[in-house]
T-cell receptor, first 113, second 115 residues
Framework: DVKVTQSSRYLVKRTGEKVFLECVQDMDHENMFWYRQDPGLGLRLIYFSYDVKMKEKGDIPEGYSVSREKKERFSLILESASTNQTSMYLC????????????FGPGTRLTVT | AQSVTQLGSHVSVSEGALVLLRCNYSSSVPPYLFWYVQYPNQGLQLLLKYTSAATLVKGINGFEAEFKKSETSFHLTKPSAHMSDAAEYFCAVSDRGVTGNQFYFGTGTSLTVIP
């Protein structure tokens, strides 16, 4: 079974802190994604990556950056956390090819105070 | 551009009744379509997917969906609801154009099952 793990299930940070969210997948997938999920808005794509050291902006990249130094690991960075970044963050991985499903981690619920 | 519309943000059914969750998509190319389920405080789990084979797709937990090109729909059904089906359901379309494998998700439908 594909396993996608996220470093924390719950995280509380203060405004202005730098926040790192880590995601690791164990299936040698080429593609990895970061979403945020908010009530009534569904899932919105922040960034995605098709390969090591490659990244593409999604629909809402402002205030975020990413890093992919190894194929299995995709990190989301909040450079200076703000209260409007309080959300559920979901990581996903996928084998290359549009017919393949995305596999999701359990999510990190981030609260910025 | 791709998009997905899920009609009804909240659906309530009685235990044993038919479950029908609606999904309409827009796509400039023949789409790949997916349904996911999310239980409280968990990630998304794939229920089923359509990838241009049979138009009636069977998934896990007794769910199925039918791809109707003329209606641009991919509605999710289950003949008899169980209490364990209470969850959030998301429909998604995959972009297989030049932007690669980006998924476009609907805003979700919360299913309540009444005993």
């Amino acid at each position: 079974d594909v396993k996608v793990t996220q470093s924390s299930r719950y995280l509380v940070k203060r405004t202005g802190e730098k926040v790192f969210l880590e995601c690791v997948q164990d299936m040698d997938h080429e593609n990895m994604f970061w979403y945020r999920q908010d009530p009534g808005l569904g899932l919105r794509l922040i960034y995605f990556s098709y390969d090591v050291k490659m990244k593409e902006k999604g629909d809402i990249p402002e205030g975020y950056s990413v890093s992919r130094e190894k194929k299995e690991r995709f990190s989301l960075i909040l450079e200076s956390a703000s209260t409007n970044q309080t959300s559920m963050y979901l990581c996903a991985s996928q084998s290359a090819g549009a017919a393949y499903e995305q596999y999701f981690g359990p999510g990190t619920r981030l609260t910025v105070t | 551009a791709q998009s997905v519309t899920q009609l009804g943000s909240h659906v309530s059914v009685s235990e044993g009744a038919l479950v029908l969750l609606r999904c309409n998509y827009s796509s400039s190319v023949p789409p790949y379509l997916f349904w996911y389920v999310q239980y409280p405080n968990q990630g998304l789990q794939l229920l089923l997917k359509y990838t241009s084979a049979a138009t009636l797709v069977k998934g896990i937990n007794g769910f199925e969906a039918e791809f109707k090109k003329s209606e641009t729909s991919f509605h999710l059904t289950k003949p008899s609801a169980h209490m364990s089906d209470a969850a959030e359901y998301f429909c998604a379309v995959s972009d297989r154009g030049v932007t690669g494998n980006q998924f476009y998700f609907g805003t979700g439908t919360s299913l309540t099952v009444i005993p």
